[in-house]
């Protein structure tokens, strides 16, 4: 059973800055691509970032700059380093996987999801 698990999420001042992790279990192989996503209560869940295990990467074009997505194939495990936070960023961050060969930030096409990791930004 795949399963994926969120952590380093918590609360933090404006300016600051947090590292999130997803490790991801129970796949018999990397998944080609992985990626986070945040929502708000009452607003869609948006993507953030995504990585492939060829090493491309994308990202919203509110993070840019800020965050870095990186992904560990050996471990298994997503990254997200998350610099100049601020109360815009504050959301629940969810870690989501899949396979095939196309990698694009749509909730729709993800299969895997982690339960989330709330990050909370304070001014």
């Known amino acids: 059973q795949v399963q994926l698990v969120e952590s380093g999420g918590g609360s933090v001042q404006a300016g600051g800055s947090l590292r999130l992790s997803c490790a991801a279990s129970?796949?018999?192989?990397?998944?080609?691509?992985m990626a986070w996503f945040r929502q708000t209560p009452g607003k869609e869940r948006e993507g953030v970032a995504y990585?492939?295990?060829?090493?491309?990467?994308n990202y919203a074009d509110s993070v840019k700059g800020r965050f870095t997505i990186s992904r560990d194939n050996r471990k298994n495990t997503l990254y997200l380093q998350m610099n100049s936070l601020n109360p815009e960023d504050t959301a629940m961050y969810y870690c989501?996987?899949?396979?095939?060969?196309?990698?694009?930030?749509?909730?729709?096409?993800?299969?895997?999801w982690g339960q989330g990791t709330q990050v909370t930004v304070s001014s």
């Open positions: 129970g796949y018999s192989s990397s998944f080609y691509c």
């Open positions: 989501a996987a899949k396979g095939g060969s196309t990698c694009q930030l749509s909730v729709a096409d993800f299969d895997y």
């Open positions: 990585a492939t295990g060829l090493g491309t990467k």
